[in-house]
């Protein structure tokens, strides 16, 4: 049976990643500034982040120098970096990137080292694939010219499919354009990458790893949907409990009640789409596939329709750029059509168990 409650190590892994970002990674800090600064992330914090509390490393045995934990661990750190909606490439280079190179041959050493080197944080690395690629169907985005690719600006390497195989390519050998992205905390960008690289694959191993990573990626995608909820649900209570209006909290009333009622009912039901699909993802259960579309069909909408609530119960302050808020739905807008849309993964959901579309 699947255990969706949180193991010790888990809650203290949290209270750690939760204290560094409380300390350097305020929302507000980011609408005052780092948002659109051109910058795509605080390289102290994502050191930190990395090194010290050994987020990057997760995924990787310890043999190459990561932390030999799980997708479990690894959800509770994208929950806590939905909660700030920080800008880090965790999900691209510590989870995407990193469980594509470790479907490949680790005991080649240009895989090793490179997997190494994202483990201690020293390098990071991006699928070139858009934003908005899934596991299922086919991959057929331009492999000369990729648009929409999430946190390319920065990227050390770039793990390129091609026809003949899956290769390494350095950023000095690739082209890269910064794009306007509705998700200022996740910025995108085209990808040109040229013929260059080093070979990782064949074509046919590349294509199962860049499946395995994008799969891996929307089941967690969905923990960090779940922190984007969790914030929005608990700031929108703390606001309708202090504002008052005709002498009473306006949380007090009644139609407001219902809302957040339900929308706490949404969230707790996300929490265990989302724990259900990372475990699936530690223990390699076959029904990981099946529960990874559950978790993003479920979560992707109630990340948005929590963000959605925030800003309305907000009233006018959360509508202006000075509260967080909008950086939240951002997020969640930008989350819902990532690796897949709803649904996209409803329609995997019904091949999975069989059902026939009316």
């Not at 000369?144 to 003949?164: K, M, Q, Y």
């Not at 694959?201 to 089941?219: N, P, Q, S």
Request: hydrophobic share 45%.
């Amino acid at each position: 049976m699947t255990d969706l409650l949180y193991s010790e190590a888990e809650t203290d892994l949290r209270a750690a990643v939760r204290s560094l970002l409380t300390a350097r990674a305020d929302p507000a800090a980011l609408v005052a500034g780092r948002a659109e600064s051109g910058t795509p992330y605080d390289t102290e914090l994502w050191k930190a982040l990395a090194a010290e509390v050994g987020a990057a490393g997760l995924l990787v045995p310890e043999k190459l120098g990561g932390q030999g934990a799980s997708h479990r661990e690894v959800a509770v750190v994208l929950e806590e970096l939905g909660r700030s909606v920080v800008p880090a490439p965790f999900l691209t280079s510590s989870v995407i990137a990193t469980e594509t190179l470790l479907a490949l041959d680790t005991e080649t050493a240009e895989v090793a080292e490179l997997l190494g080197a994202l483990a201690t944080g020293r390098r990071t690395a991006v699928l070139a694939v858009p934003l908005a690629a899934s596991s299922e169907g086919p991959l057929s985005w331009d492999a000369e010219r990729t648009s929409g690719v999430a946190d390319a600006v920065n990227a050390d390497v770039f793990l390129v499919l091609r026809p003949d195989g899956l290769y390494a390519v350095e950023s000095s050998q690739v082209t890269v354009e910064p794009q306007i992205a509705l998700d200022l905390t996740r910025p995108l960008a085209a990808v040109t990458a040229g013929a260059g690289g080093s070979r990782l694959a064949d074509a046919a191993t590349g294509e199962t790893a860049v499946r395995r990573g994008l799969l891996a990626g929307a089941g967690l995608l969905a923990s960090e949907q779940l922190g984007v909820a969790e914030w929005c649900l608990e700031k929108t209570v703390r606001h309708t409990r202090e504002r008052h209006q005709f002498n009473r909290p306006i949380g007090s009333f009644q139609a407001l009640k219902h809302r957040m009622a339900q929308l706490w009912l949404e969230v707790v039901s996300a929490r265990a789409a989302a724990r259900a699909a990372a475990d699936a993802l530690a223990t390699g259960s076959a029904e990981a596939a099946l529960l990874v579309s559950v978790a993003q069909a479920y979560c992707s909408r109630v990340a948005v329709h929590a963000a959605e609530e925030c800003v309305q119960l907000h009233a006018g302050i959360g509508m202006t750029w000075e509260h967080p808020a909008h950086l939240y739905l951002k997020r969640a807008k930008s989350a819902e059509i990532a690796l897949g849309t709803p649904g996209r993964h409803k329609e995997t959901l019904a091949e999975l168990v069989g059902l026939q579309a009316p």
